[in-house]
């Protein structure tokens, strides 16, 4: 029997044209790498890759799991064919130290254990009562557990295809960002040289991590990765300041781990009804009105280009002013005597994944729902399509998500105080491109029939 063939990863130039199309039927989990997709203006540096070639037809969708919406449902297991079976990415190296890369894989559409209505874990997807490894008669399936195994392996593949294509890319390597030379932009990690080898992957979804690393890897907790580049601030006090980081010595192709976050789900919010000005004579969109009510003294706004170094400032996660001009965002200001200048107390951006970020609250005004009103705020003008905007986050299908560090108590609260569900865990990891190398080439030693 010859061998099975290798995947291959084929570049998507267009990918609004040739990848979206593929992604969508798949959101929510595909939205970290949707948005970042959709996210305009596109980064000059940015390739995409997938494991399929461009104009590749969309296959037809069966039954996938959706939004949940609720904690007793459960995510039923996605049998589409091998031909269905795909992983992408978007990268680009020149954006050290924040996030290079985003990958999606349709393993991530398997069921994975969850919680069923009686908080009972649940495998695959199965029914209530089966625990995945019996059918209804109770007869252990071998043929299942084989099917599982070969998807798995192909999962692996088509992962591992992925990250060679871009160890093997001649996109510019990473580089300081010269906008942010100051604070956090000097190129290093933690105080360490940036490694032209290590690749800062972020959202990967926690069922892909037995896909990149190897039993035989060891961990030891460390912090060598800034905070994840969308992780939301809430201005709780036990909140992690810096991100552990679990690094593998083994034969994986990660370098490093980062902490267990929660990526919430916040589904669309309705657009606004038109005020009486907008519905006659007028071509422009209506503007969004306020969702929530603030304490006297205090006005909605967006920021403005002065306000974002104050941002970076406030933040101990990489970031850059060139970055946050590009991201959709809502403030709130406050003029408690009623005259003066206004003072610039709380802002919150969806970032290029969809995701809200940089949510920031002056201490000494904090404890009166500014936090929550100021992200529904931005949730409801995000639900508004502007003219030439079609592709840019927040718009469409109307999702965007929200990653909480599973000790951030705050975190969670605004998420959920915003409609957010807990879907799944996320992290950031640490690629290692040289191990990606490695792995690639044994691959193709053992495809060419040697080694077996």
Partial sequence: MSPTPLPQAHHHPSPLSTLTSHLLPLVPQSLPLLRRIQHQPPSPHSLVFATFPPGSPCPASDTVTGYLGNDDAKRVKRRRGSESEFAAAWVDRTRRPETECWVFSTWEMNGRVTKGSEGKEEVNGGEEGNNGQEDVEGEFVEGEKKEEEDEEEEARLNLLAILNAIAESQSPRPSPLEHNAGKNGNGNVNG????????????????????LTAPTDRFEEKRVLPRPSNAIDSNDSNAKEANDIIDPTGRGVLGSIGSPIIKYLIPPSPPPSPSPSTTNNSTSPPKPSSTSILPPGYTYDELQAEDLETCVQRTDIPRTVATLATWRNACVRYNGQGKGEEEL?????ISSDGSLSCLFVEPSHRGKGIARAVVRRLIMMSSVVQEGEKHREGTGDGWVSSDVYLDNKGGRGVAMGVGGTEAWVCRWVGCDLARVREAWLLEEWKAAGRGR
């Fill in 192 to 211: 360490k040289e940036s490694n032209d080898d290590l690749l800062i992957i972020g959202s990967l979804h926690e069922s892909l991590l037995p896909l």
């Fill in 345 to 349: 107390i709380a802002w919150v951006f």
